[in-house]
């Protein structure tokens, strides 16, 4: 068994519906987060033209492929699960509304400022759901938090 699947866990069998190797599966979520990053600048750079519609939808694609592709390494069901345990839920519902209201505004409303924030909040948000799988990671940082502003992580 490799270092990535006693890490990760093997996926449930009924899961793992396309019998990927462990390579294959790093593979296919290094592309999913590259190309959402890069989604992600793509609307970044919207943000400076002015285009608030643009930036609204690529920046969030480029999460949502992002987050895509850790279905790789788990397994679709498994990472629903997964994403809705304990730990996890406030981030993940953090994460899900920020993507929605992200839409709404940007979209919809077209409103660019709150669209921004909504961004920002969605990025906070994901890497908020991407430290609660490394080990300690999130005491980490609120223990920087907690030493850079002598308050305590309300988090």
Do not use: H
Not at 89 to 117: D, E, F, P
Request: proline share 3%.
């Amino acid at each position: 068994m490799s270092f990535m699947s006693r890490m990760m866990g093997e996926p449930d069998e009924e899961d793992n519906m396309c019998n990927l190797s462990w390579e294959n599966r790093i593979y296919g979520c290094g592309a999913c987060f590259v190309i959402g990053v890069a989604l992600s600048l793509f609307g970044t750079i919207e943000l400076w033209l002015g285009q608030w519609a643009a930036f609204g939808f690529l920046y969030t694609l480029g999460t949502v492929t992002a987050l895509a592709g850790t279905m790789f390494l788990r397994g679709p069901k498994s990472q629903v699960q997964k994403m809705f345990d304990g730990d996890r839920i406030c981030a993940t519902v953090t994460l899900i509304a920020s993507i929605i209201a992200t839409i709404l505004v940007a979209i919809i409303l077209k409103w660019g400022w709150l669209a921004m924030l909504c961004c920002i909040i969605q990025f906070l948000a994901f890497a908020w759901y991407t430290l609660s799988y490394i080990p300690y990671a999130r005491s980490a940082v609120k223990s920087c938090f907690s030493g850079a502003t002598g308050m305590d992580c309300p988090c």
